[in-house]
């Protein structure tokens, strides 16, 4: 078993019958939703609220039953993966490209458990992955300039050469920063410059991160 397939498949035990689960999206959540699929199967009453499109076909392709976020007042529990987890549960979230339906999901969760691999935990935010922005395509070039300045360096991101372009119609700007000392602050920033929809930092949302080793999950607690 991989480690992105242990972590993932690990976090399904903490699915209880009739919950309302949010789905994320991602390479090491892809094996807890064909867990949910199977649990489907086994008589489960759930619903799952997808945080993008590929992750509601999968979903739909495992007869998962789907409802909408507007329909409910909160989620019980979200399980969504993570590009880097520091000491305290702090995350960069986006490179999936659904990091504000993410964010949105995880804003209305009584719980959310992340799930990763070893590679993803980190001492400092920003010294592995890019933060991912979403921007309205009108202020991609001025919300690129403002992240200079802020110390970063911004990079519209592409797929198959052409501009990505998110399931809300927006780009993203992969922005690297040399570590990012001050997570909230710079949180503050970014989502100040008009133009930017949402950042991929994801302070103080999770309750328990989920990592995948090679002699088993370890499960860390907020």
Same mark, same amino acid.
């Given at each position: 078993?991989? &480690? *992105?397939?242990?972590a993932g498949e690990k976090a399904a035990e903490y699915i209880e019958d009739g919950m309302?689960?949010? @789905?994320?999206?991602?390479s090491t959540v892809y094996y807890t939703i064909l867990r949910i699929g199977q649990m489907i199967k086994e008589g489960y009453d759930l619903i799952g609220i997808p945080t993008s /499109? *590929?992750?509601?076909? &999968?979903?739909?392709?495992?007869?998962?039953? @789907?409802?909408?976020l507007d329909d409910y007042s909160y989620i019980d529990l979200t399980i969504d993966g993570a590009d880097e987890v520091d000491p305290e549960l702090n995350l960069i979230k986006g490179m999936g490209g659904a990091l504000v339906r993410e964010k949105i999901v995880a804003a209305s969760s009584?719980?959310?458990?992340? +799930?990763?691999?070893?590679? *993803?935990?980190?001492? %400092?935010?920003?010294?592995?992955?890019? &933060?991912? $922005?979403e921007v309205i395509p009108f202020g991609t070039g001025f919300v /690129?300039?403002? &992240?200079? +300045?802020?110390?970063?360096?911004?990079?519209?991101?592409? %797929?198959?050469? *052409?501009?990505?372009?998110?399931?809300?119609?927006?780009n993203i700007l992969d922005t690297v920063f040399d570590g990012i000392s001050d997570p909230r602050k710079l949180e503050q920033d970014i989502n100040n410059l008009p133009g930017v929809v949402e950042n991929g930092l994801f302070l103080g949302m999770a309750?328990? $991160?989920? +990592?995948?080793?090679?002699d088993g999950p370890e499960i860390i607690e907020k």
């Open positions: 078993m991989n &480690l *992105k397939q242990m309302i689960l949010g @789905l994320g999206t991602g /499109r *590929k992750t509601e076909e &999968l979903a739909r392709s495992l007869n998962i039953p @789907l409802g909408r009584r719980r959310e458990i992340i +799930v990763v691999d070893e590679a *993803k935990m980190v001492r %400092m935010l920003g010294t592995r992955s890019p &933060l991912p $922005v /690129r300039e403002r &992240l200079t +300045v802020l110390g970063g360096s911004p990079r519209v991101r592409e %797929m198959n050469e *052409k501009i990505f372009v998110t399931d809300n119609g927006n309750d328990r $991160v989920i +990592v995948g080793h090679e």
